[in-house]
């Protein structure tokens, strides 16, 4: 397996470019690179088979040969997960960027046992959780690195999905009894984007669920007779999800 590095830059065949900070020093003092080694370099308009040009102390420069083939999901999916406590948001963002999330909306649920309490606070978590994503990223060999934003209520993150396009959700709720996520991506038909939304320890509350309702673009699903942990949930959604898109399980 080729190492693989992300650039938050559009690049074109045959160009070079000068890779410094973290990465730079990973790959220059840790890992020893040396010109002519082959690695893949995911920029923002998709991943490149590239070569080590040049290494210096704390840089290494690229030179971008040809396109590589994409490992991302045709569909996009977000999770909206509501914030859990302890590291069980780490393990949610963690596994969920392996399955192939494209992003993730964070929310402050009435139940949440944690709150955040001020801006700083926010930003602090949000520094963490975005480091959590990437090296999950690189270690599955994801063409993007899922972006991670921040809600201060369930409404909030609703109105993040609608900044992001996302035109249909899916809600995970133990009362719902009937309709499952195949059933229910198979009765919307085709679409490119779809969120999945999972409450913190004890569930959405009433009001939440009654939010969802009015939302035309929410249904509430159901996993089966079995109640899943909030960073169980998550993951085992997006896996039935991504199988029925087959995108997941050959």
């Known amino acids: ?16 470019v000068w890779v410094r900070g973290e990465d730079g020093h990973h790959f220059s003092r840790v890992l020893r690179a040396r010109p002519g080694e082959v690695l893949v370099a995911s920029a ?71 709150k955040l309490s001020g801006a700083a606070k926010v930003e602090q978590k949000l520094a963490r959780w975005r480091k959590v994503v990437r090296e ?17 209520n369930f409404p909030a993150s609703l109105a993040v999905l609608a900044e992001h ?6 809600v995970l709720d133990e ?10 991506m198979r009765a919307h038909g085709a679409g490119n984007r779809t969120a999945v939304v999972v409450g913190p320890e004890g569930g959405l509350a009433s009001g939440e669920r009654r939010h969802a309702k009015q939302d035309a673009r929410c249904q ?3 996993l089966g007779p079995r109640i899943l942990r909030t960073e169980t949930a998550g993951a085992v959604a ?12 050959g």
């Open 175 to 184: 009362e719902e009894r009937e309709c499952g996520i195949r059933s229910a």
């Open 1 to 16: 397996m080729l190492p693989r590095l992300f650039l938050d830059v559009h690049v074109d065949e045959g160009s070079r």
């Open 136 to 152: 999950a990223a690189m270690q599955a060999q994801r063409d993007v690195v899922p972006f991670v934003v921040w809600a201060p």
């Open 44 to 114: 923002v308009n998709g991943p490149f088979w590239a070569e080590i040009a040049d290494v210096r102390p704390g840089e290494i420069c690229l030179h971008l040969r040809e396109r590589a083939p994409s490992s991302e999901p045709k569909r996009r999916f977000v999770l909206v997960q509501g914030l859990a406590k302890g590291e069980k948001m780490d393990t949610i963002l963690q596994k969920c960027t392996e399955i192939g999330a494209w992003g993730f909306v964070v929310f402050e649920a009435e139940r949440s046992v944690v």
């Open 165 to 170: 396009e996302v035109d249909h959700v899916l």
């Open 220 to 222: 509430t699903v159901t």
């Open 238 to 249: 997006l896996a039935i999800a991504l199988a029925e898109c087959g995108d997941m399980g």
